[in-house]
């Protein structure tokens, strides 16, 4: 006599249903667990990938968005450079007026103030510096920024060289500078002020380019300011493209899986029933 137990079309085609029942609340408990209608490129390969491409991208301008926000920094640590470096030179040029009407006495005090002055402007610009990069004492400082790997979007910046010695006089160094022009100016009591008048239009003419050099570096700050904008919302457009693609819906999910219990529930009765048919044909050979 066989062993084997012989299933009826009823019984058969009940169980099937209900494993399939099983296997579909199985998926969807998964969806709400991990929130993901697609874990994994055996779900769905096509959208996983699609999902992975839009992500990396996300995280690439991500991360150039960091860049954009450090490089904001350096250009603001050395516009506040420049605003202060123009200060300086206007208390510089208030220096030279009083000294206009000044005694001997006062001038040569007023001569080493000048002095002094001139040497804490450099020694304010040398340390203009954010993350060791100082784009207001050299031309040969330059800030570089990628905002795409996948593109040759870049932009670059080159520095100003804000020394006294660049600012008021072509290759002289800023102690010779004062000493220069405390020499020529300060020197002696004279009624003549064409000296004190010449030595002030030449620091204005410093603080005109001075403020110049600021202009442009606060341009390309409002410049950067709108590309972290820009890459604030691709950010968020690419990561919500990819998650349009994977991401499940809570709602949706939630109800199909009350109506995969349901349907479990009828399809237990109705194995329930054709067992208990069979059963009962069964009964009748006895």
């Known amino acids: 006599m066989s062993s084997n137990i012989v299933l009826g079309l009823a019984t058969r085609q009940n169980l099937l249903a209900l494993q399939q029942i099983n296997d579909n609340m199985d998926t969807a408990q998964s969806h709400l667990s991990t929130g993901l209608k697609v874990n994994s490129a055996v779900d769905d390969a096509v959208k996983f990938f699609q999902s992975q491409s839009l992500t990396q991208r996300a995280n690439d301008i991500s991360a150039r968005k960091d860049q954009i926000d450090q490089g904001i920094s350096s250009l603001t640590t050395a516009t506040n450079a420049i605003q202060s470096v123009v200060a300086t030179l206007q208390q510089l040029q208030g220096v030279l007026t009083a000294a206009k009407t000044e005694t001997a006495s006062q001038r040569a005090a007023s001569?080493?103030?000048f002095t002094t002055i001139a040497?804490?402007?450099?020694?304010?610009?040398?340390?203009?510096?954010?993350?060791g990069l100082n784009l207001v004492n050299s031309t040969a400082s330059t800030l570089s920024l990628q905002f795409s790997q996948l593109s040759t979007s870049t932009m670059k910046v080159v520095g100003f060289?804000?020394?006294?010695?660049?600012?008021?006089?072509?290759?002289?160094?800023?102690?010779?500078l004062a000493s220069k022009i405390v020499g020529t100016t300060f020197s002696k009591v004279s009624n003549k002020t064409s000296k004190f008048d010449a030595a002030f239009n030449t620091l204005q003419n410093a603080v005109f380019a001075a403020q110049s050099d600021a202009q442009a570096l606060g341009g390309n700050v409002n410049f950067l300011q709108t590309r972290l904008q820009f890459s604030s919302q691709y950010i968020a457009t690419l990561q919500g493209g990819s998650d349009k693609l994977v991401v499940a819906d809570v709602n949706e999910e939630s109800t199909n899986l009350v109506t995969l219990q349901t349907r479990q529930q009828l399809s237990i009765q109705s194995l329930s029933i054709a067992t208990q048919s069979e059963q009962s044909v069964l009964r009748l050979f006895h």
């Open 111 to 113: 001569a080493t103030q």
């Open 119 to 131: 040497k804490q402007l450099n020694n304010l610009v040398n340390d203009a510096s954010y993350q």
């Open 161 to 176: 060289n804000l020394l006294v010695s660049k600012l008021v006089s072509t290759h002289v160094a800023a102690s010779l």
